[in-house]
């Protein structure tokens, strides 16, 4: 199936992988529904970027990793994926690239490494910010309308936008979290678009260069409605929608490969070293 000019892509499949059964229409009822769907059917994963390879962003291997595989990916696939998804209903998107701010101490200490979507529906003037691909908890879970006096719950997470003085001369927005009683910077964007020549060169860096934080341990998560579960390193965080959490440190190689097949839904590739050391 072909979709608005996009080879590979299949919109039934990619459906029918996150499971939404839903209306077909670029209404926002079927924005946040594909989207929390997707944050909660597809997982993030950075097994490619551990054995020092950047993962295709063509739409063909992007369905055939995530879709018809046991697999994720990170943020400029999941991405990507939702982007083709979301243009084939009927939605305009435009990519954004951002810094991730979280535990920064400036802005501009980071680079623009991370993929998220600015989506538009027809008719209606207010735009909204997009992003399954975030590997942290964070992370929306629904998308939420670009503007900065309201608070957003989106499927039990509290986020909201603020909007941050610098030297530019397009506006910086800064995605927050609510996150311990307190707001917590997670990235900063501006909405100049970016396209896939951008994210072909930043994909690369992010998933070949060994400085990378994704080339150097594993990080692998997964949402649901009753939890966040993250494996870090050799660091397994669960994390409950009451707020308790647990952890745990792995040691075994096989226990780690078990593990991602159980509970995180990954065939990990053969060969590949789950744990650090």
Known sequence: ????????????????????????????????????????????????????????????????K?????????????????????????????????????????????????????VEIPGDPQPYLADVGFGAIGALLEPVPLRTDAEFLDAGRLHRLVQVPHRGPLELWVLQAHQEDRWADQYAFTLEPFEKPDFDVINWHIGTNPRSPFTQQIYVQSVTAARHLLLHGSLLTETRADGTVKKRELTDEAEARRLLEEEFGISAPQGARLLPG
């Open 1 to 64: 199936m072909e979709t608005l000019g996009h080879l590979g892509f299949d919109l039934d499949a990619y459906l029918g992988r996150i499971g939404w059964e839903g209306e077909r229409r670029a209404d926002a009822a079927t924005l946040r529904g594909v989207h929390l769907a997707h944050a909660r059917g597809i997982p993030f994963e950075n097994l490619d970027a551990l054995r020092r390879t950047a993962p295709s962003l063509d739409p063909a291997d992007l369905m055939a």
């Open 66 to 118: 995530l879709v018809h595989s046991p697999r994720g990916g990170y943020c400029y696939e999941h991405n990507t994926l939702l982007s083709l998804a979301l243009e084939a209903l009927g939605f305009r998107v435009i990519r954004l690239a951002a810094r991730v701010v979280l535990g920064a101490e400036r802005i501009e200490s980071r680079p623009r490494t991370h993929m998220a979507l600015l």
